[in-house]
């Protein structure tokens, strides 16, 4: 029963999100500015990301125990689950991380900040709604001295969570969802998933359109030719769909091999 509703509310999650690509993506795209998708190809000719016009989530890693690509990789993960734009903002040494967190948020730009930071006077998490940011703090994630392996996993877990919280999640009853109740690094380590369920999905989705960050669109290589704002091919397939609908107006694109 429990599997059957999470996948119910995934399904339901992933039409949302083909219903706002289709809603939003023939006004978005007009801006030249997408950019193909890797591993997305299909006789179509793949699909491009349509980037969002308004503020973005900003999340800066001004920690060096655990590696850059970590916190990157966790970014990904949340911009493809979530389709909304995370950027990773230039590094500082961030000594006072909540000055610096509302430094970020006062930018327009800016929906939400989220500050990894090393700081031994702070808690694992700290989370501001109302001033739109919050911090991960290394430092009380490696008090007990783990192993890296240990404090990696830790570091992942505790962005996804911070990202939830900051984004109107809260709590889940999904065992298999980072939105637990945690106390201490050993309630981090239990947790058996890194991520956050598709439960809160809806919630955090209507969250940031509180705080002006909307999805990103996506739209097949096909409907961006027919609409008239497709970039140049860049492989062989995208040549044969640019030259069906537009009749090999393109320049021919590099050779490359089809993902």
């Keep these: 029963m429990r599997k059957s509703r999470w996948m119910l509310l995934a ?3 992933a039409g949302l999100c083909l219903l706002s690509q289709e809603a939003a993506g023939q006004a ?11 591993g997305l190809m299909t006789k179509k000719g793949g699909m491009l990301h349509v980037p969002s016009s308004g503020p973005v989530i900003q999340v800066m890693n ?10 990157t ?3 990904q993960a949340i911009e493809s689950a979530m389709r909304l734009e995370i950027r990773q903002a230039p590094a ?5 991380p909540m000055a610096e967190a509302a430094r970020m948020v006062a930018d327009p730009k800016c929906a939400a900040a989220i500050v990894v930071c090393d700081n031994p006077d702070l808690p694992m998490l700290l989370v501001a709604p109302e001033g739109k940011w919050a911090l991960v703090n290394v430092a009380a994630l490696a008090v007990d001295k783990p192993n890296q392996e240990k404090l990696t996993k830790r570091l992942r877990k505790e962005l996804w969570r911070g990202f939830g919280y900051l984004m109107g999640a809260a709590h889940s009853h999904f065992e298999a969802c980072v939105m637990k109740s945690v106390r201490n690094p050993a309630d981090l380590d239990a947790l058996p998933v890194e991520t956050v369920c598709p439960e809160p999905y809806v919630k955090i989705q209507q969250h ?34 640019w030259d069906e609908v537009k009749g090999g107006a393109a320049p021919a694109a590099a050779k490359k091999t089809v993902e």
């Design 62 to 71: 001004a920690q060096k125990r655990v590696p850059e690509k970590e916190v």
């Design 73 to 75: 990789e966790v970014c």
């Design 92 to 96: 500082t040494k961030a000594a006072k």
């Design 11 to 13: 399904a339901g999650f």
């Design 208 to 241: 940031a359109r509180t705080i002006g960050a909307s999805p990103y669109t996506m739209v097949s290589y096909r409907d961006a030719c027919r609409q008239g704002w497709a970039p140049a091919p860049t492989n062989a397939i995208q040549q044969a769909v």
């Design 28 to 38: 978005k795209a007009q801006k030249g500015d997408a950019k193909p998708v890797p």
